[in-house]
């Protein structure tokens, strides 16, 4: 059974980091493209972080480029996103997400392609 276990969420002040941290079982963590995704209230599910496979291949939506930092260790079949200067914005759930990609390099941006999913911490940055 697979398990994508997020923890690392909570509340922070504006212009605070947070680092939140993705432990992947029940599959072979070193196959997968893992990602980052976030939905707040009333709001579609979003890509934040689509990370490939091989490390080789980052996207980071434009609203966290220079902000975010998406690391893996597969080692610990752990993925990670390193969240600096948050901005005051309504609270979101942020989502780790594993796909299984036809190449190394590959990278995928849409909710609908990932096969499995975290719980979803939640993140609130008040002002």
């Known amino acids: 059974q697979v398990q994508l276990v997020e923890s690392g969420g909570g509340l922070v002040q504006a212009g605070g980091s947070l680092r939140l941290s993705c432990a992947a079982s029940g599959l072979t963590f070193s196959m997968y493209a893992m990602s980052w995704f976030r939905q707040a209230p009333g709001k579609e599910r979003e890509v934040v972080v689509a990370f490939s496979r091989s490390g080789g291949s980052t996207y980071y939506a434009d609203s966290v480029k220079d902000r975010f930092t998406i690391s893996r260790d597969n080692a610990k079949n752990t993925v990670y996103l390193q969240m600096n200067s948050l901005p005051p914005e309504d609270p979101a759930v942020y989502y780790c997400?594993?796909?299984?990609?036809?190449?190394?390099?590959?990278?995928?941006?849409?909710?609908?392609?990932?096969?499995?999913w975290g719980q979803g911490p939640q993140v609130t940055v008040s002002s």
């Open positions: 997400s594993a796909n299984l990609p036809v190449s190394g390099f590959s990278l995928y941006r849409l909710a609908y392609e990932y096969d499995y």
